[in-house]
Structures are given as C-alpha cells and as structure tokens.
C-alpha cells in the first residue's frame, strides 16, 4: 500500500490530542515553526494538516491570531422528504422551527435564461431552452447554512402565476405547492447526494475556509406522468449540518 502522505499523519496526531483532551476548545496551537520542529516536518506539512482539521470543523483560522482548536458545533439536523413538502409552508421555515430558530433566505431570479447542456438533460429539454433560474442563500437565525440554485422550465410556468418562485401569491412556498397551483401534480423527487469542497465563491458565502467539506445534493421533482419540472443543486455544509432521509412507506391497497 502507498505511504500516507505526510500531512494526513500529522492531522490524525492532531486529532488525537483533541480527542486526549491535550488541545482544548479554545486552545490556540503552538506556532507552526514549533510544531514542524516538534514533529520533525516542513512548515507546509503542519499548513496542510490545519488546513484539513479547520475543513473539517476541529481547528478555526483566526486571521492575525492563530490556530484554536474550534468550539464544538451541535449540527442541524435536514430532514430531506417530499411529505414535508406537501404539508405545505416552506420545508426550511419547518426545519429551522423544529429546531427553535428562525428559517429565511435570500434570493435572486434570472428569468429565460438559456439552458445549459447538464441542466437540459436533467430537465428533458434542449440545451439552450428557456428557464427560470433563482438563485438561494438560506439562513438560519440569520447565518448562512445552505446554498441551492434552482431551474425551472419556462415553457412550463411562462405566463402563469407561478413563474417567479419568490414572486406573486404563492411566493417563498415549496416547489410541490407552488406546481399544484397550476394543475402540475408532482409525483416524487430524486436526490443525489455527493461530499465535496466548497469553492472560494461557496465559502465566502457560507462562511467556510476554502475547501471546506460540504454535502452537494442534485435534486430533480418529476410530475406524475414523469417529466421533471425542477432541478436544483443544493449545498450543505458538513460541518454544520447532517442530512437525514424520510422515507414515506405506504399501505398497501
């Protein structure tokens, strides 16, 4: 087998002293000159392992300060289910009450924008049809806890009152209710979840150092004659947050 790379040994002694109790929430870690002489490693090996421990939520960055050991963080629970949506409201104001906080979210729509080719395929059309994208950045107790960019097709919900996800009399309601308006029954959803790092634009807006891990889930809604009618790429950080999965079974008839 390979040898592990420097930095990744000397991030998991890290985490062993977190996890002894040597290094404290709150602890600001010795120099990184003293901790490549106390490991016997160059200076951008001890870099690399902070780098992966702050990703990771264990250590934060305090610029002009240091390394400290992070506090640690009770994550969120998302619960991801095409139920909740059909009770109606918004899934993420029905999360963040669950867990006493307040759920809202900024946003911005770009109306008959041109699909681009994975976006077309995900909703069955042609690479440069028109959609309504939005654009999201939700929060949570006014911190930013999640990304999602969402595509609708125009040639679906031009002209309806519906059109504008955060605009007109169903504003700010979930996908399912907003599409029952317009007589578009939505049938089931499928959702990929893949880890991944957040990009220095998805940082900045979350809050994260670059890199950080993240959660990207690609979500599709299908009506009931099984053409999709959204797409969306949704962004969790992982350190924040742990997606959960209901799964409704039903009777049978």
Known sequence: MPEQPPYLR?????RQRIADGDWTPGDRLPSRAALSAEYGVGDNVIRRAQELLISQGLLEGR?????YVAEPRRRMRMVRSLSRERRGGSPFR????ALGRSGT??????????????I?????IDEGDLCVRTRYEFLSDSKPVQLSTSWEPYALTGGTIVVLPEGGPYAGRGVVERMAAIDVQISHAVEQPEPGHATAEEAQLLGLQRG???TRIRRTYYKDDGR??????IIVPAAHAEIVY???IGSEG
């Not at 029905?94 to 009450?97: I, V």
């Not at 979210?105 to 994975?118: C, G, I, R």
């Not at 077309?120 to 069955?124: H, K, P, Y």
């Open 105 to 118: 979210w900024e946003h911005h729509t770009d109306a008959k924008v041109p699909a681009p080719p994975d």
């Open 120 to 124: 077309a395929a995900r909703l069955g």
């Open 212 to 214: 950080s891990l993240v």
């Open 246 to 248: 209901e799964v409704q």
């Open 94 to 97: 029905a999360d963040m009450a």
């Open 10 to 14: 000397i991030a998991d002694l890290f």
């Open 228 to 233: 999709p009618v959204e797409t969306a790429d």
């Open 63 to 67: 610029a002009g300060s240091g390394t």
